[in-house]
């Protein structure tokens, strides 16, 4: 088993930045690859960013050149940084971990943590 536990959440500006985390725990952290997920009131839950075991990275359109994502192995945490936030980019972020980069991609990845609400308003 694997738990995650996401933080970093809450409000901010149309333009401004937010850092969320996720700290994992259980099983092995690093043989583990790991995404962030949103889902925006009334609307399914997409894709934001992801990373495999051996740090290959991807990301939506919507988050390229504005989200960065890292890791802190020895922390067992993924850090994603978002900058130039819109109201488009409110909603509850979701981080999920499973074996492949492939499977944390899907929405069917295996562990997920509960949530952290990002609000985007002026």
């Known amino acids: 088993q694997v738990q995650l536990v996401e933080s970093g959440g809450g409000s901010v500006q149309p333009g401004g930045s937010l850092r969320l985390s996720c700290a994992a725990s259980?099983?092995?952290?690093?043989?583990?690859?790991m995404a962030w997920w949103r889902q925006a009131p009334g609307k399914e839950r997409e894709l934001v960013a992801a990373?495999?075991?051996?740090?290959?990275?991807v990301y939506a359109e919507h988050a390229k050149f504005r989200f960065t994502l890292s890791e802190i192995n020895a922390e067992n945490t993924v850090i994603l940084d978002m900058n130039s936030l819109q109201p488009d980019d409110t909603g509850v972020y979701y981080c999920t971990a499973d074996q492949t980069l492939a499977q944390v991609r899907a929405s069917t990845s295996t562990y997920w943590g509960q949530g952290t609400q990002v609000t985007v308003s002026s």
């Open positions: 259980g099983r092995s952290f690093n043989r583990y690859a």
């Open positions: 990373v495999s075991w051996h740090g290959i990275r």
